[in-house]
Structures are given as structure tokens and as C-alpha cells.
């Protein structure tokens, strides 16, 4: 509501504050039907006291806006044509990078512009790379890739076993320094956590820190955060939404457009 008006400080004539008073403020209709909350407001973004409680300070969450509201719906609806997911898709892509990108370490960096001052700035620390979990988390290395020009990216293949239906590791392809890399891990969908569990413990056998995997994420449910966290209390986990419905249709459609 704006405040300060004309009519509410006298400047405006008495005919204009007469109609005022006879016809209902816009104002007053406002607060009396105020505007529909999305459900990713209520359900997927939880306030930051309760995430840090329930899944500690490592789980962040991408900010909480319209922009992003739109792009979940989007993608989770029936009706959405594969170009438009696939675009839209994209976006939400790129922007939980660019937010996986803020939690990697940087340093200190002086350069001098053009003018000859020196401008105080910083810098990537050296020695950081992306690992996709094929096959769905591969629609996340282009995002990564127009945000850090030649970053290095490793592959790792995760199935179910047909008869026990336990995760194991099939294929895995790292840089050969990959133990003094900080690595984003991509893997849109996280509907139990069994498949990342898998790719982290695959990255600590060739000798990555847990404190540094940062694991990128679009959507992830609680039940998954849980398992994630209390077996990786180090790893960082950036998602764009907490919701116990997963759209585990992603990767069929972003790829194949099924």
C-alpha cells in the first residue's frame, strides 16, 4: 500500500476527497482480499529457522520468489510442451548454478581497471569441477558450462540392481586430480537420496573431502534431505524446492520429450 498520497495529506480539492469518501478505496479491497500464496511459498520454500533446524545449516534453499514459483509450476505441469520445458527448465537451471557457484570458496584479488586505480575484488580458488550423475543430471553440465568457461566435468552412472533394487555405481570418469577439486555434483531429482548417496561415496573413494561437494539440485523431497544429510552432515546441498512430490518425469521429458 502506498502512503504519503495527495488525499491523505489535504492537497487535493474537496470534490476529489468527497468522491473518495463515497466510492470503496482500491486500497481497502487490498487487505480484505489479499493475494493467492503459492503453494511452493508454503510448502517448498520453509522458513530458513526451520530448514536449519530440521536439516542444519549445509541445506539452503534457493531464494523464494515469483520468478521461481513460475518455473516450478511450469516444468511440473502436464500440459507444458517439451520446448517450453525444456526452456524453462533451462532457467531454473542456471539460476541454482549460479547459487552453487556462491558457495564455493573465493580469495582475495586486486586488478587495476583501465584508469589505473586498483579495484578490490576476488577470485575463484583454483582447482574446481562439475560431476553430473548421468543420465538426468547431464541436462545440468550446460548451465555449468556457460558460467565457467572450460571447467572440467566428470560422469557417474548409478543403477538399480533388478533384483535387490539397490543403487550401485556402474560407470564413474573423474579428472585425475579429482581429490584436490571442489566438485558440483549435479543431479536434478532427489525423490529418496539412495542415488546421490552412492555418487558421494564413489567421490570419497578417490579422495574428495565431504566438505567439498557441493550438490546441486532442482527438486528434492524431505525424505531425501534426510537420508542426504545425516549420512553427508558436511556436503552442501543447494535445491530450488523441498516438496514430498517429486516431477520424476524430468529427465523422459527434457531429453526425449515424453
Do not use: W
Not at 476527497?17 to 511452493?40: D, F, S, V
Not at 557441493?214 to 534431505?225: G, K, Q
Amino acid at each position: 500500500m502506498c502512503t504519503g498520497s495527495p488525499s491523505s495529506n489535504g492537497s487535493q480539492p474537496e470534490e476529489a476527497n468527497a468522491t473518495t469518501e463515497q466510492q470503496p478505496q482500491p486500497e481497502q479491497e487490498a487487505t480484505e482480499q489479499p493475494l493467492r500464496t503459492p503453494t511452493h511459498a508454503i510448502v517448498g520454500a520453509a522458513k530458513a529457522e526451520e530448514i536449519l533446524a530440521e536439516y542444519g545449516s549445509n541445506l539452503k534453499l534457493l531464494e523464494c520468489n515469483s520468478q521461481v514459483s513460475e518455473l516450478l509450476t511450469i516444468i511440473r505441469d502436464k500440459n507444458t510442451t517439451r520446448s517450453d520445458f525444456k526452456f524453462y527448465a533451462d532457467r531454473l537451471i542456471r539460476l541454482v548454478i549460479e547459487e552453487s557457484l556462491n558457495q564455493l570458496p573465493y580469495t582475495d584479488c586486486d586488478v587495476e581497471t583501465p584508469t589505473g586505480a586498483i579495484y578490490e575484488g576476488l577470485k575463484y580458488r583454483s582447482g574446481n569441477c562439475g560431476v553430473s550423475i548421468i543420465r538426468s543430471g547431464e541436462a545440468m553440465e550446460q548451465g555449468l558450462r556457460d558460467c565457467c568457461r572450460s571447467i572440467r566435468i566428470g560422469k557417474i552412472l548409478v543403477e538399480s540392481d533388478a533384483n535387490t533394487h539397490e543403487a550401485r555405481v556402474v560407470y564413474a570418469r573423474f579428472p585425475d586430480d579429482i581429490g584436490s577439486r571442489q566438485v558440483l555434483l549435479m543431479y536434478p531429482i532427489m525423490s529418496t537420496g539412495n542415488t546421490v548417496l552412492q555418487a558421494v561415496n564413489v567421490l570419497r573413494e578417490h579422495g574428495v573431502p565431504e566438505k567439498c561437494i557441493i550438490l546441486s539440485n532442482l527438486f528434492c523431497t524431505p525424505v531425501a534431505a534426510r537420508t542426504v544429510v545425516n549420512a553427508f552432515p558436511q556436503l552442501k546441498i543447494l535445491t530450488s524446492e523441498l516438496h514430498p512430490v517429486a516431477p520424476n518425469h524430468f529427465g523422459q521429458k527434457y531429453f526425449d520429450g515424453i
